[in-house]
């Protein structure tokens, strides 16, 4: 005898048999170990639950079934490594020794001004037979700025006074040239500098006029005038010490200077009140054209 199930018996069963049937294919989906490859790409390999209807001899069944489905890979770009570039060393540069200032000896008991002519007040004396080193000179050469031997405080001294231990001269030594950067003593607020100051060319000669300023005897120094001024067609510098007699100190004073046509540079000039101590602060002469 054929018995037949029924149909609601045959549709929990099939329903068991789905449900084993995806425990196992879960499983499998996790065993899945991916294979390494000289390029990297991702391959997707999964496990699709479906139908089939076949025929078993005079019957149709249908049959739960697991059909493998690849997933077509999708490269993955390869990714391209910029080497990093490798800073070049510098080269480090030669220092050169710097050759010490050349030495001299006084040859006479000499006066150490504070600016590089007669006209500076005096710094301090220099003993004969002592040695100093030269660090700079004027712009006419004939005014060394020195110091001691590695030392300190310089002044300066008539080039005339020294003679360079090496058997040299002022033009066979790179000597800097200080043409206005004379450091001056400054003097005490008691005075003021001049007023009053005008400038008037005749020809070649310039005639500076400015106010005296009152100043006590022992104080009283003058004045100092410090001048750039064209002869010979080149640019010179001169300072100048106008100090009359100390009665003489009043009204307007007056002084002459040389000034030719010919140099590129304009010439100009400053004027100081001077006391014992120092000078003033300066002012500029309005220069005639």
């Not at 004969?128 to 004027?138: A, L, P, Y």
């Not at 009283?220 to 001169?238: M, N």
């Not at 007056?254 to 014992?276: F, L, M, N, W």
């Amino acid at each position: 005898m054929i018995r037949l199930s029924h149909p609601l018996g045959f549709r929990q069963a099939g329903a068991v048999a789905l449900l084993i049937v995806l425990t196992v294919v879960a499983c499998r989906a996790a065993t899945v170990t991916p294979t390494s490859t000289a390029v990297i790409q991702t391959v997707e390999v999964t496990w699709q639950v479906t139908q089939r209807v076949i025929w078993e001899g005079t019957r149709e069944v249908t049959r739960i079934v697991e059909v493998l489905v690849t997933a077509t890979p999708t490269p993955t770009p390869a990714i391209t490594l910029t080497p990093s570039l490798t800073s070049t060393p510098s080269r480090t540069p030669t220092i050169s020794p710097t050759p010490d200032p050349p030495v001299v000896t006084i040859l006479l008991h000499a006066a150490c001004n504070f600016g590089p002519g007669g006209a500076y007040l005096w710094k301090y004396g220099l003993l004969e037979t002592s040695w100093m080193e030269v660090i700079g000179r004027s712009l006419d050469s004939t005014w060394l700025y020195v110091q001691g031997v590695h030392g300190w405080n310089p002044c300066w001294v008539k080039t005339d006074f020294v003679r360079f231990n090496d058997g040299g001269d002022v033009t066979s030594h790179n000597i800097q040239i200080f043409s206005s950067d004379v450091i001056l003593p400054f003097a005490t607020n008691l005075y003021r500098p001049p007023d009053g100051i005008q400038a008037f060319r005749y020809g070649n000669e310039v005639r500076i006029f400015w106010n005296a300023v009152w100043m006590t005897e022992d104080d009283y120094r003058g004045y100092l005038i410090e001048a750039w001024l064209c002869q010979g067609g080149q640019q010179v510098f001169r300072p100048i010490n106008n100090m009359p007699p100390l009665s003489e100190n009043v009204d307007t004073l007056v002084q002459s200077v040389t000034d030719e046509p010919g140099c590129q540079v304009p010439s100009h000039a400053r004027i100081y009140t001077a006391e014992k101590h120092g000078y003033t602060g300066y002012i500029e002469i309005p220069w005639p054209p």
